[in-house]
């Protein structure tokens, strides 16, 4: 089992810079494929970046693609998503998911095949 606790957010002004962690316990995050989501008022939950557990690229969503990284601290037990020129339709709750593929190379896209997940963090971005 694997706890994650999502750290971060805030509030931030269109175009800035924010990142958000999330720490894992329990279990190493090495162990897991994880993932980012978020969920704006009113819609679905989305996929937004996730690493598989070897953890050699990791995929964006399209809306995010060359604004916002990924990444790992395995010595930390945490990943982190660094958010760039972040837009006013980047406010979201940001959460945090863990799960693990029967392949080490599988990054799992879809909010059903993660079973472990945080509580969120809200990021808020003005005008």
């Known amino acids: 089992q694997v706890q994650l606790v999502e750290s971060g957010g805030g509030l931030v002004q269109a175009g800035g810079s924010l990142r958000v962690s999330c720490a894992a316990s329990g279990r190493t995050a090495s162990y897991y494929a994880m993932g980012w989501f978020r969920q704006a008022p009113g819609k679905e939950r989305e996929f937004v970046a996730g690493?598989?557990?070897?953890?050699?690229?990791?995929l964006y969503a399209d809306s995010v693609k060359g604004r916002f990284t990924l990444s790992r601290d395995n010595a930390k037990n945490t990943v982190y998503l660094q958010m760039n020129s972040l837009k006013l339709e980047d406010t979201a709750v940001y959460y945090c998911?863990?799960?693990?593929?029967?392949?080490?190379?599988?990054?799992?896209?879809?909010?059903?095949?993660?079973?472990?997940w945080g509580q969120g963090t809200q990021v808020t971005v003005s005008s």
């Open positions: 998911a863990a799960t693990r593929p029967g392949s080490p190379f599988t990054t799992p896209r879809r909010e059903s095949e993660y079973n472990h």
């Open positions: 690493a598989s557990r070897v953890g050699v690229n990791a």
